[in-house]
């Protein structure tokens, strides 16, 4: 009960901060451009508290949805209706209609929402550079026999600290720069015993799409290491007739070290109907227990009835930058999770990437809750990556959304004329019914993650 009222809170305080952050980029252009605003809204619904600008012209409304907003102009949606009021109006007024303003005002006004929204997440990803966030740090806890990295020199307890000349100070950074790298040379300098060496080695384009594999694990063969614990034990399993409790963490496997979740699972899949020897620690304490993996189908494969928990070996760090380091981080990090989510998308529309992996509400309120819990710099990092996604969705040329208005506004540019009342009624029609069409989708997959536990 208590994290579903943590996450519902979080999710609120997100949902209502970044549409507030969207409409009010529209609201302050619209104003400084010397368009009127009648009315700027933070939700939807019934009006919960309101009150008036200084100058009487705008009303501010926190209303009792905090699912949405809006901005209202004077002659915002001309039709012959509202034609007829704005003629009732002096011309000093009329004037300021938002219909009346060249197609660059409009186009600023449309364009300013988004724009907020990449603007909020430059300043929250900078205050988390000068608060301090948590890094795993780049230091190699396991290399798999035979591998890339193995044959290029990579050991155990190596620090990298630079990829092709750019220092880098946590494993994400080295991810990003291998994935950068597939398909070709990679310069990796090292830190080993005090002493600084170079590896030069190639990476290799993996057979599913980059954005979805560990670069460094998966292609190189080589990770910062895991501790593996047992998270659940299936009632009546092998692992529960060998004594493994859950917590119990597993540390050797025969004669093996593990350090690495998926090398434990193939090495129980291989071992069907032999005993094997766990390493386990408990409550601090070493003890050995003999479990014998049971065969499942055929060819047969060990199973031994346990769901297991990773932890990286690293104890994470806090890494903080100076004022200079904070201002170019939060700058070239929301440029880089603004190209990520642009690709992401473009690649779900040629299905290159699941369009399952498109998460609604209840995907984004756990996250919320999930970082929320945690502390102020995840969830900082939480809005900053839903601020991006709102701002790049929001610029899809989609009918209804900003997008779309800019689209209708370039069309305008070029024709001498904007489009029909009723063309653009049937193509926000349209609009409309993709956006539901996309909430529906997304709400499906969130409904169908929660029941898959």
């Known amino acids: 009960m208590l994290e579903f009222a943590v996450s519902a809170v979080a999710f609120i305080v997100a949902i209502a901060l970044l549409i507030a952050v969207h409409e009010y980029g529209h609201f302050i252009v619209a104003r400084k451009l010397g368009v009127r605003v009648e009315k700027f809204s933070v939700g939807f619904g019934p009006g919960l508290f309101s009150w008036h600008s200084r100058d009487g012209e705008v009303e501010y409304v926190i209303a009792a949805i905090p699912l949405g907003g809006y901005v209202k102009m004077l002659g915002e949606n001309p039709d012959p209706e509202q034609d007829d009021m704005l003629a009732t109006l002096p011309e000093a007024e009329q004037a300021r209609a938002f219909a009346r303003q060249p197609v660059w005002k409009r186009a600023a006004i449309a364009a300013a929402g988004p724009l907020f929204n990449f603007a909020f997440a430059i300043v929250a990803y900078m205050a988390v550079a000068w608060i301090g966030q948590p890094v795993t740090p780049a230091v190699v806890g396991h290399v798999a026999a035979s591998s890339l990295a193995e044959r290029a020199g990579i050991a155990t307890g190596d620090t990298i600290v630079a990829v092709n000349g750019q220092k880098i100070y946590a494993w994400q950074q080295l991810e990003e720069q291998l994935k950068d790298a597939a398909g070709s040379d990679v310069m990796l300098r090292i830190k080993r015993d005090a002493q600084i060496m170079t590896v030069n080695m190639h990476v290799p384009r993996p057979e599913k799409d980059v954005l979805l594999t560990n670069m460094a694990s998966d292609v190189l063969g080589f990770s910062a290491g895991e501790r593996v614990f047992a998270n659940a034990i299936v009632k009546d399993s092998p692992a529960a007739r060998g004594g493994l409790k859950k917590g119990d963490e597993i540390v050797q496997v025969d004669n093996h070290v593990v350090d690495d979740a998926r090398l434990l699972v193939r090495y129980i899949e291989t071992h069907a109907g032999q005993p094997i020897v766990l390493g386990i620690l408990r409550d601090g304490l070493r003890m050995n227990l003999t479990v014998t993996p049971h065969a499942v189908g055929q060819p047969a494969v060990g199973r031994m009835g346990v769901h297991l928990a990773m932890r990286s070996m690293q104890q994470p760090v806090i890494y903080r930058m100076g004022l200079a380091e904070g201002v170019s981080y939060g700058f070239s ?46 969830y900082l990092l939480f809005l900053a990556l839903i601020s991006i996604n709102l701002g790049v969705l929001n610029l899809l040329p989609v009918p209804v959304l900003d997008g779309g208005h800019l689209a209708y506004l370039g069309l305008e540019a070029l024709r001498g004329k904007p489009l029909s009342p009723a063309m653009m009624e049937k193509t926000q029609i349209v609009g409309v019914l993709l956006i539901a069409a996309l909430m529906v989708f997304a709400f499906y997959n969130d409904i169908a993650r929660f029941l898959k536990g």
């Not at 990090?333 to 989510?341: A, G, I």
């Open 333 to 378: 990090r929301s440029w880089e999770m603004t190209s990520l989510t642009i690709e992401v998308l473009a690649k779900m529309a040629v299905n290159a990437i699941s369009p399952s992996n498109i998460g609604g509400p209840i995907a984004i309120a756990q996250m919320a809750g999930k970082t929320a819990e945690v502390g102020l710099v995840p």
